[in-house]
């Protein structure tokens, strides 16, 4: 809420965060002495907060789907990203 109320209107508000939806992504957290005591933000979690605080254009994308390596698998990453299992996600809405 607090995010919120300081957006200029229009303003966007990003949410990027670690898929727990992807295997690779949980085996190298729960690898990680950094990511010990992590929880992991689902996807649908995210969206939940942005629509219960009223943001509009809500929506969220993965990435890291595959490895990118040039113009072409950028490309298909990006395509890709409508699907719940890039090793990355972003999810964002509008004031």
Known sequence: GEA???LRPGGLL???EHNPKNPLTMKGGNNCEF???ATLLPIKQSLSLFNELAFKSVNAH???NIPSF???TRK???ALGVF???AQYFA???K
Do not use: A, E, H
């Open 70 to 72: 040039s113009y072409l």
């Open 84 to 86: 719940p299992f890039g």
């Open 14 to 16: 990003t949410i990027v």
């Open 35 to 37: 990511d010990k005591n």
């Open 76 to 78: 298909i990453d990006k």
């Open 62 to 64: 993965t990435i890291f």
């Open 4 to 6: 919120k109320r300081v």
């Open 92 to 94: 964002f809405g509008k």
